[in-house]
């Protein structure tokens, strides 16, 4: 409670007994009562107040506090191992003389026998999006030995990669209705894109609207990477919250965080975690009017959005066609089928990606200049993305959208006639999220794991969801989705005190602690786990 509040109280309790100017001997039965609600008011205010300085950081240098915290920790970086680690005998050092090719190849598939999940059945969430075709297979494994040393940092020596790269942004850029000044670069991922997006926007306002605070809103709905940048590049972002039923970024709120600093706006199509595609249309406007970019995040949904709109499957907007959009991100490497590794970043002129370069003119070692952030990459990565798409064709990703779409549908039906659950807004494209008012969702989450499952566990609110792609749809996944899904609901409806597993557990850990710094070290606990020092 701070000094105007504790006044506001003082003052209220005096108003109440003006007869006596002690108001702490007030004997009267509704003054007690009062009494008793300003003093849980008082203290709820003073734990909110202590719990955002520094005293509540002192309170956890008390040793006992100290202990608890830690116990708590370990334990769930312990969970973590269990779930990650193996009891693998890792190869520390070079060997003195070098390995055999056909031992290197027995290691390799000795290797491959620590997999948990067999992703080509279909009991994965996304992660492979593509179904084996021995055919596009064979054309990305021959490709990449072609291709195996190539780099495009260097267009003097493989101007066949520069070709490459050229044709794929013009394909890519007019699946999204982009013009001749419409331009863009292949990135290592959706993440390098965005990242990619959100240094150009800054520099940009630095430079033509001379902001030195830039600030850039976003739903709460949208990806991580936005989160990273921010981070990264000293961009403040601020977050709006989504509509309830909807689960889209609440236009009203995005309008009234906007202000002199705001270098530019995000809207998804679709949300990594929901699925639910933003309104664009009223982004654009808003974008328009105060002079700023829209980043429309189509990393998930890029490959997917183009296709079934053109049939008719979708009347969203999203692309350039609407005059506020600047920028879009969309990844090859999901359902453009593309060797991991491959997203697309365009933007709607030279004029604005020009801030997106690193260009050095005082090294010693030359003029250093650079479209993304990595220097040397892999010809493999743009020669790949160039030939998936030549091979399906409007037709081909056309025919995969279309199934996809039709999966997606069918399951969201059977979702409905499971009263516990509810799906998290409009899925658009192929994310399915679920939640519960009724069940334990983690709960339901840990049982479809042990069920062999692979979902991808989400919070805030505590949800899961699946993400479709044609490894699903060439398994027909839904008869056994939805049977291990109604099975593991009756569970958690019968049994709400079993304890959770695997990330299920970690997540509902991570849950019940305000305290983001512990979140945050049971965090680093996990990416300790994926390189184990030895």
């Not at 977050?239 to 689960?247: A, D, I, M, Q, Y």
């Not at 009203?252 to 706006?265: D, G, H, L, Q």
């Not at 700023?292 to 998930?300: E, K």
């Amino acid at each position: 409670m701070d000094r105007e509040q504790g006044k506001l109280f003082l003052e209220t309790l005096k108003s109440l007994n003006m007869e006596k100017t002690n108001f702490l001997n007030l004997n009267t039965r509704f003054n007690n009562i009062f009494v008793l609600l300003g003093c849980y008011y008082f203290t709820k205010k003073t734990y909110k107040y202590v719990n955002n300085i520094s005293v509540y950081n002192w309170i956890k240098t008390i040793p006992w506090i100290k202990r608890y915290i830690q116990k708590r920790v370990d334990s769930a970086i312990k969970d973590i191992d269990k779930e990650f680690k193996s009891d693998h005998t890792f190869i520390n050092t070079l060997p003195q003389n070098g390995y055999g090719v056909n031992d290197i190849k027995s290691l390799q598939l000795q290797y491959k026998t620590k997999r948990t999940y067999n992703y080509d059945n279909g009991v994965v969430s996304g992660t492979v999006y593509y179904g084996s075709n021995p055919d596009l297979t064979n054309l990305m494994c021959d490709t990449v030995r072609e291709f195996i040393y190539s780099n495009p940092l260097h267009p003097d020596v493989f101007p066949d990669v520069k070709i490459m790269e050229t044709e794929v942004v013009n394909m890519v850029k007019h699946l999204f209705n982009g013009n001749k000044d419409t331009c863009g670069n292949l990135t290592s991922g959706g993440t390098e894109s965005i990242l990619m997006a959100c240094k150009t926007y800054r520099d940009w306002a630095r430079d033509n609207k001379n902001i030195t605070k830039p600030e850039i809103v976003v739903g709460e709905s949208v990806h991580g990477s936005f989160l990273k940048a921010g981070d990264y590049f000293n961009i403040k972002i601020v977050t709006v919250p989504v509509e309830g039923s909807s689960g889209k970024t609440c236009i009203k709120s995005m309008a009234n965080k906007i202000n002199k600093n705001t270098v530019c706006i995000v809207g998804s199509a679709p949300s990594f975690a929901h699925g639910v595609i933003d309104n664009i249309k009223e982004m654009s406007d808003l974008a328009l009017k105060h002079n700023i970019g829209l980043h429309v995040d189509c990393c998930l949904g890029g490959f997917i959005l183009p296709f079934i709109k053109q049939t008719g499957l979708c009347d969203h907007e999203f692309d350039f066609q609407l005059p506020g959009v600047t920028s879009i991100s969309v990844d090859s490497h999901k359902y453009g089928n593309s060797m991991k590794g491959s997203s697309i970043i365009l933007y709607k002129n030279k004029k604005l990606r020009k801030y997106q370069y690193f260009i050095n003119t005082e090294w010693n070692g030359g003029i250093y200049a650079t479209p993304t952030i990595a220097g040397s990459r892999s010809g493999v990565i743009v020669a790949t993305t160039w030939a998936s798409l030549l091979y399906h064709g409007m037709s081909g990703y056309t025919e995969l959208a279309i199934r996809i779409i039709k999966l997606k549908n069918h399951l969201v039906q059977a979702i409905k006639t499971i009263p516990e659950l509810r799906i998290i807004g409009n899925p658009a494209t192929s994310v399915i999220a679920v939640d519960s008012e009724i069940v334990d969702i983690y709960l339901v989450g840990s049982k479809m794991s042990e069920k062999g499952w692979n979902l991808n566990i989400l919070q805030n609110p505590k949800a899961f969801h699946i993400c479709l792609t044609s490894v699903h749809v060439k398994n027909k996944i839904a008869e056994k989705f939805i049977e291990d899904l109604s099975y593991a609901v009756t569970y958690a409806k019968t049994h709400p005190d079993n304890k959770k597993s695997g990330t299920c557990a970690i997540y509902g850990m991570t849950s019940t602690v305000g305290d983001k710094s512990i979140v945050k070290e049971v965090t680093c606990g996990f990416l300790d786990s994926l390189t184990y020092s030895s």
